[in-house]
């Protein structure tokens, strides 16, 4: 809460093309990293045990050509002289197998510590890209609104409501909500307060009846609305359910109504914009370009300042559930935690709307860890 004097942006893939490579193939997936390393893995010490395999047999026949030697006594000598030296190349070559064996699972063993590093980093950091992009589409349409209620608040209709209060004046200037609400869809209603608070007139009377006779004097943003200093400033409120628009969670935005409709004239009344929340925020946490395997063990998340769940992909705890980020999670980043890696950004805000601290962020569970979730829930 403070107060303050729809495009999606593109996905860039790097090296798909270059490479030859479809931008879908499963083999671009940074997961590939490990697999290669626990397949070459395998498959070097299988071989590595092949020719272990082999040259016990070599050394087998080497020590059986020995005794037949012997047997044969000075007529096999020769053959004996042969026998000892390939027994003797068996040997190295044994010890050779021995020492590629434990080189390379010790080089292989890192492959796989810095594979899984590398994973872990590439896997959080395209979670923080798409949860700051995420936080960024919410705020820029936000910064819409609070251009709208600066620039209605000037409309000669809204500003004749409060200045000259009649009934066939709240009649005209509620004619002329429902006209602005014809027109922008992503609104529930629009209220003109007069400056004791009272609503006098709105866009939607007949659907939300309970406005009629409303008075928002104890409100938060109506009365910081009441103490912008000009008509370039306004309120932007956090997320609430509005009881008078049948408890539909709102993001409401304010300004005060001048005299005249002029930047710095006197303050008259309030104009209070409720923004329909729900499926706006919705369509955005849905949107997050997530693969279909991905979406399944993923949750998109919109937080507030103190962590609130403001939206959520699953439609779960939304303006119940605390969601906390770790104390040192601030900006944007990621960490892991029990098979799960979290990406989070704060809102940098958009040109006048700084933002009021919110951020997004994905929690992504781990292949493995999401399977085994699945199975335990079946």
């Not at 809460?1 to 729809?6: D, G, L, S, V």
């Not at 539909?248 to 109504?257: G, K, Q």
């Not at 005249?260 to 303050?267: A, H, I, N, T």
């Not at 999670?329 to 890696?341: D, F, I, K, L, R």
Request: negative net charge.
């Amino acid at each position: 809460m403070c107060a303050y004097t729809n495009d999606i942006p593109s996905e860039w893939c790097v090296g798909a093309r270059g490479c030859g490579l479809a931008e879908s193939d499963g083999s671009l997936v940074p997961e590939r990293i490990l697999e290669l390393s626990e397949r070459l893995s395998s498959v070097a010490g299988a071989k590595i045990g092949e020719i272990s395999s082999i040259n016990r047999e070599a050394k087998m026949l080497a020590i059986n050509a020995l005794i037949t030697a012997a047997r044969a006594g000075e007529a096999g000598r020769g053959f004996a002289i042969v026998s000892e030296e390939f027994k003797r190349i068996s040997q190295e070559i044994d010890e050779v197998a021995q020492a590629l064996e434990s080189q390379v699972r010790a080089d292989l063993q890192e492959l796989s510590l810095v594979g899984g590093a590398i994973l872990s980093h590439l896997r959080g950091q395209r979670l923080a890209d798409l949860a700051l992009n995420a936080i960024e589409i919410i705020d820029r349409n936000l910064y819409e609104r609070t251009c709208d209620v600066r620039w209605w608040a000037t409309d000669s209709a809204v500003v004749a409501a409060v200045a000259e209060p009649t009934p066939e004046g709240a009649r005209h200037a509620s004619s002329r909500l429902k006209v602005i609400l014809d027109a922008y869809t992503v609104y529930l209603d629009l209220w003109i307060c007069d400056a004791a608070g009272h609503v006098v007139a709105t866009g939607r009377p007949q659907v939300y009846p309970a406005t009629q006779g409303l008075s928002v004097a104890g409100a938060g943003w109506f009365q910081q609305a009441m103490k912008t200093a000009s008509g370039d400033e306004f309120v932007a409120w956090d997320i609430e359910r509005a009881p008078a628009l049948n408890n539909a969670p709102v993001a409401t935005y304010a300004t005060a109504i001048r005299q005249d409709g002029l930047s710095d004239g006197k303050v008259i009344g309030v104009l209070g914009i409720h923004f329909d929340w729900k499926p706006q925020a919705q369509a955005v946490v849905d949107g997050v370009r997530l693969t279909d395997e991905e979406r399944a063990r993923s949750r998109v998340l919109l937080l507030d300042h103190a962590g609130r769940v403001l939206a959520s992909s699953d439609q779960r705890g939304e303006l119940d559930e605390t969601f906390r980020l770790l104390a040192n999670a601030v900006g944007m980043g990621s960490y892991a935690t029990e098979q799960v890696t979290v990406g989070y950004a704060l809102t940098p805000g958009y040109e006048t709307y700084r933002g009021l601290g919110w951020y997004g962020a994905i929690t992504q569970r781990e292949p493995d860890a999401a399977s085994s979730a699945a199975s335990q829930a079946a």
